[in-house]
């Protein structure tokens, strides 16, 4: 399947060329079995990109969104808690897919193989034109403004400093990954150590103002004493922040491939990693409201901070620092994982073929991750990325139902394909009831910014249909890209990663079985129609 939109469009000049490095990178690599993507994900790494990519900065700067739309401090913590039980239902569905279609690129993937190229494509287009790099520059920024603040004690720090620390933080983690893959999983293990460490640190804090009796706003009476009105648009609001508290819960699935026999570590890793998380983000938020009342949590732009200052006396320092050391590793992350979608998307012709391609000793896709850096320091430049993000958020949050949509779709066009996982369908229907009402919530709240949203997307229809669609571009065109191409792979020397001739041969199987089944489909129509005739 991937052949095809690899050699799409190719010249003859330029192809021999960049045939030729990819002859020498094999006969390079015959001793040991060719190059491919190395399995170096084992279960704790698997674990350390689930719950590094969830946790980032917001637990520690800014949860006070659940609370200030739900109203209540109890109310607040059962909507950390329904949101993360909802997490953990549609992971569950991930987890299937991710096993059914063992294909890195996460939902990209499993849209555009159950859904059509059109619907991956899309979904593919808006993560690269905004969600992954506007992502990853905010990320950035927040990891150099806790860096620069002690600096500027008084002041805030300045924006071309921000920013180019923020670049520096990017092009050493790009580095890293496209060094080695083993190093890009210590540097995740090791920053989400941390950062659970520093969460550990708040909760333990938190349980010893219990003990001393600090626990007011966790009496009932206390804990659902309104400070405002309830309001079902509020709740469900509430609800929406919470669930991008949890947002990348699904970011394994982007790196399937390289997993340690993913058959077990996708799905327990899954079972791991948001149960964890939401223990931790309950307790968390358990902690600040022993020490700080709703209204100072409002008021506060840094909570873990307020907090620290309040607990930690001459530690204080402990919280600013675990924010910076979360956000690096928040940043190693994202450019992880959305440099194999990218990746992903090139092997499936809708990307530049280049963005396929791995280094033949390191074994990373190099240039991948180079173009997912590129892009988001381009975003650094821009002083629009928070009303990018605000547009696109609807559009990333829409994807998610559409994916566990294809669960159910799947299950009824393929029913027989095997499932090492197999969940009940309640919990999809579960997920989509709970998706479609924020969704819903969302339309009816902010029409225009989802509107923009849509529109965002839609421009990558005209993109699909002459840049992937359309086969007979002229030649001129093929040659330039031809050019580039083999222009790219000498500079970055990388080639097509060789694949599984398992794979192969499944795929191969699959054609034949749909082949078979459409001459049977024809034959029975040509049958009916004679029937009709005599």
């Known amino acids: 399947m991937a052949e095809g939109p690899r050699q799409r469009g190719a010249s003859s000049g330029s192809s021999n060329e960049a045939s030729g490095v990819q002859e020498g990178a094999d006969k390079a690599a015959a001793g040991s079995g060719g190059v491919a993507l190395k399995k170096e994900i084992g279960l704790t790494s698997a674990c350390g990109i689930i719950v590094g990519n969830i946790i980032g900065s917001g637990i520690f700067v800014s949860p006070k969104g659940v609370l200030e739309n739900a109203g209540s401090v109890g109310l607040a913590l059962i909507v950390w808690i329904v949101t993360g039980l909802i997490t953990a239902i549609g992971a569950l569905c991930y987890a299937e897919l991710g096993v059914t279609i063992p294909k890195s690129g996460g939902d990209y993937s499993y849209v555009k193989d159950i859904f059509g190229g059109l619907a991956g494509f899309l979904r593919l287009w808006i993560a690269v034109l905004v969600i992954y790099p506007t992502n990853q520059a905010v990320i950035a920024l927040t990891f150099s403004n806790y860096v620069l603040q002690p600096l500027f004690p008084t002041c805030l720090a300045p924006e071309s400093g921000l920013r180019l620390l923020a670049a520096i933080c990017l092009l050493l983690l790009t580095w890293v990954n496209c060094a080695s893959v083993r190093w890009a999983t210590r540097v995740q293990d090791i920053f989400t150590a941390g950062k659970l460490l520093a969460l550990a640190l708040i909760i333990v804090m938190g349980v010893v103002q219990i003990c001393k009796g600090e626990y007011y706003w966790l009496e009932p009476k206390n804990a659902f004493d309104y400070f405002q009105k309830p309001d079902i648009g509020m709740i469900a609001l509430s609800f929406l922040q919470g669930s991008f508290a949890y947002g990348g819960w699904n970011f394994l699935n982007y790196v399937t491939e390289e997993l340690v026999d993913p058959y077990k570590n996708l799905p327990r890793a ?11 983000y309950v307790f968390a938020n358990i902690a600040y409201v022993t020490a700080m009342s709703p209204q100072e ?10 907090f620290g200052e309040k607990l930690l006396g001459v530690m204080a320092w402990i919280m600013p620092i675990s924010v910076a050391l979360s956000t690096f590793g928040g940043v190693n992350g ?5 440099s194999r979608l990218f990746f992903a998307g090139a092997r499936e012709g809708h990307l530049p073929s280049l963005l ?3 280094h033949i000793n390191r074994c990373t896709p190099i240039p991948a991750l180079l173009f997912t850096c590129v892009s988001t320091l381009l975003m650094l430049v821009t002083s629009d990325i928070y009303t990018l993000i605000n547009y ?7 994807f998610y139902g559409v994916t566990v949509a294809g669960q159910i779709v799947l299950r009824w066009k393929k029913p027989d394909i095997p499932r090492p996982i197999k969940v009940n369908l309640i919990f999809p229907i579960i997920y989509l009831l ?10 009816w709240s902010e029409p225009v910014v ?4 849509v529109a965002i997307m839609l421009t990558g229809v005209p993109v699909y249909f002459l840049g992937v669609y359309w086969k007979n571009k002229p030649q001129c065109f093929d040659s330039f890209v031809d050019k580039m191409t083999y222009f790219g792979q000498k500079f970055c020397v990388v080639v097509y990663p060789k694949e599984d001739e398992k794979e192969k041969e499944e795929e191969k199987c699959e054609e034949m079985k749909e082949l078979c089944t459409r001459k049977h489909e024809a034959t029975e129509e040509d049958g009916v129609l004679k029937g009709s005739e005599s």
Not at 270 to 280: E, G, N
Request: net charge neutral; proline share 2%; charged share 0%.
């Open 356 to 358: 396929a391609m791995i």
């Open 270 to 280: 899954i079972f791991i990693s948001v149960p964890l998380v939401t223990f931790v």
């Open 297 to 306: 949590l409002l008021a506060s732009n840094a909570v873990a901070v307020t």
């Open 392 to 398: 696109v958020g609807f559009i990333n949050y829409l």
């Open 434 to 443: 709970f998706w479609a009402f924020l969704l819903v919530f969302s339309l």
């Open 334 to 338: 994202s450019l992880f994982t959305s």
């Open 450 to 453: 989802c509107g923009i949203g």
